[in-house]
């Protein structure tokens, strides 16, 4: 079993819908959990991270971590066809060193 | 540059031949990571610098695989005796360092590397 699970989709909505992305992990040391953006044949891009459990906004991202379930959920508001790319967690034990990555689920948003 | 740069883009090589894949990590991180990314796959963790001392290498998968940062700046990834199972995305990433914890890692586009 994979540390970090994430289902890898294809998620089609379209644009203007709200977006939810989650992953699941099973290892309860995990204090930090970050969100990428990967566009294709381009390095993963940081959206946004949060320690602990707790919610954190940015913008149209809104972070989601539950730490007694082990999950952690990313919604995007007003989707928008530029924000269609896969979406990859990570997340790690000490500081942000060492991410445990998901598999990415690929979003793609409907003009 | 402002990003991560890595280089080159792209790789193609034979079975059996060395390689290796260079990073240059933005200005001032002091830390510098290696992931490999295999297609459909969210990257796996090799390795990261402190500076220039490698800190965990726990994720090198064989004797094969071999970093260095002499200068604490510059990092270089060498594949010995390259394998077909060896051909993924090698990505690069860096961070920054606040008051002793390392920050969330930016990362380069990577290398994609081919074995034939």
């Known amino acids: 079993q994979k540390e970090v699970e994430q289902d890898p989709g294809p998620l089609s909505v379209p644009e203007g819908a709200i977006v939810s992305l989650n992953c699941t992990y099973s290892?309860?040391?995990?204090?930090?959990f970050m969100w990428y953006r990967q566009y294709s044949r381009k390095g993963p891009e940081l959206l946004m991270y949060?320690?602990?459990?707790g919610n954190k906004e940015d913008g149209r991202f809104t972070a989601q971590v539950d730490k007694s379930s082990k999950y952690i959920s990313l919604f995007i508001r007003d989707s928008q066809p530029s924000d269609s790319a896969t979406y990859l967690c990570?997340?790690?034990?000490?500081?942000?060193?060492?991410?445990?990555f998901g598999s990415g689920t690929k979003l793609n948003v409907k003009p | 540059g402002a990003g991560v740069s890595q280089t080159p883009s792209n790789k193609v090589t034979e079975k059996g031949k060395y390689v290796e894949l260079r990073c240059d990590p933005i200005?001032?991180?002091?830390?510098l990571y290696w992931y490999r990314q295999s297609l459909g796959q969210g990257p796996e963790f090799l390795i990261y610098?402190?500076?220039?001392?490698?800190?965990?290498d726990s994720g090198l998968p064989n004797d094969r695989f071999f970093a260095v940062r002499p200068e604490g700046s510059v990092s270089t990834l060498k594949i010995q005796r390259t394998e077909r199972g060896d051909s993924a995305v090698y990505l690069c990433?860096?961070?920054?360092?606040?008051?002793?914890?390392?920050?969330?890692?930016?990362f380069g586009d990577g290398t994609r590397l081919s074995i034939l």
């Open positions: 990433a860096s961070s920054f360092n606040l008051g002793g914890i390392n920050q969330p890692q930016h």
């Open positions: 290892n309860s040391a995990f204090q930090y």
């Open positions: 949060t320690y602990s459990s």
């Open positions: 990570a997340m790690s034990r000490y500081n942000f060193n060492k991410f445990y």
């Open positions: 200005s001032g991180h002091t830390a």
């Open positions: 610098f402190q500076g220039t001392g490698a800190a965990d």
